[in-house]
């Protein structure tokens, strides 16, 4: 549980740090707005509840695997989907690896703060210090 806890702090100082940054934010803003109109999309012409809808937005995007129960029936849902997907991936893609960069520079940030601190330490002795 622990680990669970660190690794969801780690990712919101990942995305604390990465919004400072202009494609970033782009990229969040883009794929929000995405998954909105998926959602909005399959809630309306599928008929699915809300939360189903957005679920499968989301997890349609992920490479996951997960399996939904949730299959659209329609000709058009279908094109719609197909759409969605080649779009929707492609950026959700671009997305995570962007946010992978933020929290990699924000931990590289906070490991040479650490380093600098150990190794003006005068005290410290030579064998402690880190390079």
Do not use: C
């Not at 937005?57 to 299959?71: E, K, N, Q, W, Y």
Request: charged share 20%; proline share 5%.
């Amino acid at each position: 549980m622990l680990s669970v806890i660190l690794s969801f702090k780690r990712l919101l100082k990942g995305l604390y740090h990465g919004i400072k940054e202009p494609q970033f934010l782009s990229i969040l803003t883009t794929v929000a707005l995405i998954v909105l109109s998926g959602t909005l999309f399959y809630s309306r012409y599928e008929g699915w509840p809300k939360i189903d809808a957005f679920y499968f937005a989301v997890v349609s995007l992920i490479p996951t695997g997960v399996d939904t129960d949730l299959v659209p029936s329609t000709t058009g849902t279908k094109l719609f989907t197909v759409l969605y997907l080649i779009i929707g991936t492609g950026l959700m893609f671009a997305l995570l690896v962007n946010l992978g960069r933020a929290i990699i520079k924000e931990d590289k940030a906070r490991r040479y703060k650490l380093r600098k601190e150990v190794n003006n330490k005068p005290s410290a002795p030579k064998i402690l210090r880190v390079k």
